[in-house]
């Protein structure tokens, strides 16, 4: 098993651009969530969703759009960038939310500046 | 509405016991651990669930105090593979919206 996939490691935007984040997972779970994290306040979600086709907002989803087409797919769109969205995102997985969240399994992360 | 972390970074020797604490304002249906080596991704520890038992494995233990709004991580014998940042993840329902609140983190680091 891959395990949770994450494509690219490393990206470097202008503002205004637009681009794709990748995450796939291969342990067929149904809850899968995008985080970034920024130096000194842990981690912030941004959107989750519970399975295919549905998906939901976090605690910071403004700029960002996401799909859930797909068990293994939770592509994470950034619409327009901004130099305040340069982060670390991170794609996580875990099995049937459904009575809590289980134990998450972290991708390696996307280092994204925008300039 | 994040929960507090403390302390926010300390320093051990080798074999030194350590603990670290997360409390929230507001009442909790779980609290999940995470360690994060730098660069890396977070690694899944353990969870603990209201009316659940204390957890651990190897030298890593955990505490939820229901009442208190209040978790605490304890690293017996500190090994420098312990070194990292530590983070807890606060849910308030199981059926709540699936989501976890972070901790801002603490550093952890072991010396030889």
């Not at chain 1, 295919?52 to 907002?57: K, P, R, S, Y």
């Not at chain 1, 910071?60 to 305040?84: H, I, K, M, Q």
């Not at chain 2, 993840?89 to 983190?105: C, K, V």
Request: proline residues 5%.
């Amino acid at each position: 098993n891959a395990g949770v996939t994450q494509t690219p490691k490393f990206q470097v935007l202008k503002t205004g651009q637009s681009m794709t984040l990748q995450c796939a997972q291969d342990m067929n779970h149904e809850y899968m969530s995008w985080y970034r994290q920024d130096p000194g306040m842990g981690l912030r979600l941004i959107h989750y969703s519970v399975g295919a086709g549905i998906t939901d907002q976090g605690e910071v989803p403004n700029g960002y759009n996401v799909s859930r087409s797909t068990t293994e797919d939770f592509p994470l769109r950034l619409l327009s960038a901004a130099p305040s969205q340069t982060s670390v995102y991170f794609c996580a997985s875990s099995h049937n939310p459904l009575a809590g969240i289980n134990e998450q399994f972290f991708g390696p992360g996307t280092r994204l500046t925008v300039l | 509405q994040q929960p507090v972390q403390s302390p926010q970074a300390v320093i051990l020797r080798e074999g030194e016991d350590a603990v670290i604490n997360c409390s929230s304002s507001k009442a909790l249906y779980s609290v999940h651990w995470y360690r994060q080596k730098h660069g890396e991704a977070p690694v899944f520890l353990m969870i603990l669930l209201k009316g659940g038992e204390q957890k651990g494995h190897d030298k890593i233990s955990a505490s939820f105090n229901e009442k208190k709004q209040q978790s605490s991580l304890y690293l017996t014998a500190s090994q420098l593979s312990y070194s990292g940042t530590y983070f807890c993840g606060t849910e308030i329902s199981a059926d709540s919206n699936y989501q976890l609140i972070w901790g801002a983190g603490t550093k952890l680091i072991i010396k030889p």
